[in-house]
């Protein structure tokens, strides 16, 4: 029983941080942030979450999962539509269903 929690808390919290790193990199790599302004923005959204009261690891998860998703799916429609220079509608209707999806998961 303790080695199989202990094998899904290492995995929540390996997936977890390797997220953060990608989000991290994203900020700094795509939309040319800072390095130390990426990390900041990076581990604001935890740090904030425990520091107003969130105590259980599973909403902070989710919370974080949600807004972290959200971002990245609009980044990811903004570089395909910039590599593809359309105007279509099309981006615009999916990065609104992606942003209701993120706040409807909150």
């Known amino acids: 029983m303790f080695v199989g929690s202990l094998l899904g ?3 929540v919290t390996e997936a977890a ?6 989000f991290r990199e ?3 790599y795509d ?10 923005l990076t581990g604001l959204a ?7 009261g969130a105590r259980d690891i599973i909403p902070v998860i989710d919370i974080v999962g949600a807004l972290f998703f959200g971002f990245q799916a609009v980044v990811i429609l ?7 220079n ?7 209707i999916i990065g609104v269903m992606v942003i209701l ?6």
Do not use: C, D, Q, R
């Not at 040319?32 to 900041?40: A, D, E, G, M």
């Open 9 to 11: 808390l290492l995995a």
């Open 17 to 22: 941080l390797s997220f953060g790193v990608y």
């Open 26 to 28: 994203t900020l700094w």
């Open 31 to 40: 939309l040319k942030l800072n390095k130390n302004i990426s990390w900041v």
């Open 46 to 52: 935890p740090l904030s979450l425990f520091l107003f």
């Open 78 to 84: 903004m570089i395909h539509k910039k590599l593809k």
């Open 86 to 92: 359309s105007e279509n509608v099309l981006y615009y």
């Open 101 to 106: 999806g993120a706040i409807l998961s909150l």
